[in-house]
């Protein structure tokens, strides 16, 4: 039978773990989005120096389970002595930002591939217009392209968004103590997997409903016509 206080008990030990999946997802976003833009615009590009090159890593990290990249950063990158003599040991052998490498990267395959597609969609006449107003390739795309693609593609990326909340429980399987690294210490205590997980379940929900609904009205205030 469900035991409604347990899972009421271990509340505030869970909760423990949300600053830390709050901390890793917002880190993961930001390195998503800073590769995902360039990547984008490699993508594109009809030089295949550089669309090669953007399609190749799209397809491997879209293509491989996110768990083995993880793996792959974490025990992996020590497996190099070079690695290991280098100044990004510094952050390898963290495993705090061995996930954050890992899911950015990943992060930035999907989001690179989504925003390369809404610069596609942006119309071919207002990127002819403002080349006619003078306005170099840099400059079109940072005033033109760039902020209309993101404007259409917020909706789509509003699940990467989600996604990337929920993928960060993948911590725990490399000693993180975020939320799901929290819930697998409390099931130890308390031989209670059910109870414990379904609890992290409804903090997990609790989140993602109001991340949701705030994405929501973002985009509304952005695709309204003004």
Request: aromatic letters at 12%; hydrophobic letters at 55%.
């Amino acid at each position: 039978m469900l035991d409604f206080s347990l899972m009421v008990e271990v509340l505030p030990k869970l909760w423990q773990g949300v600053g830390m999946t709050g901390r890793l997802s917002l880190l993961i976003l930001l390195l998503a989005f800073v590769i995902a833009v360039p990547l984008a615009f490699a993508r594109n590009a009809r030089a295949p120096l550089l669309n090669v090159p953007a399609q190749a890593y799209i397809l491997f990290f879209r293509g491989t389970p996110a768990l083995i990249q993880v793996f792959l950063v974490y025990y992996g990158a020590g497996q190099f002595v070079w690695v290991r003599t280098s100044f990004a040991w510094a952050a390898l052998r963290d495993p705090f930002w061995c996930l954050i490498i890992a899911l950015g990267l990943n992060g930035a395959a999907y989001s690179g591939e989504l925003f390369a597609g809404a610069m596609r969609n942006v119309p071919a006449g207002l990127v002819e217009a403002a080349r006619a107003l003078g306005l170099s390739w840099y400059s079109t795309m940072r005033t033109v392209v760039l902020p209309l693609a993101i404007r259409s593609a917020l909706p789509a990326y509003s699940n990467e968004i989600v996604l990337t909340i929920k993928a960060t429980s993948l911590a725990s399987t490399i000693t993180i103590l975020d939320l799901t690294g929290m819930a697998r210490l409390e099931v130890a205590r308390t031989y209670a997997p059910y109870e414990v997980f379904l609890a992290a379940g409804l903090i997990y929900l609790a989140i993602i409903l109001v991340l949701t609904r705030g994405l929501r009205v973002l985009e509304r205030r952005w695709t309204v016509t003004r």
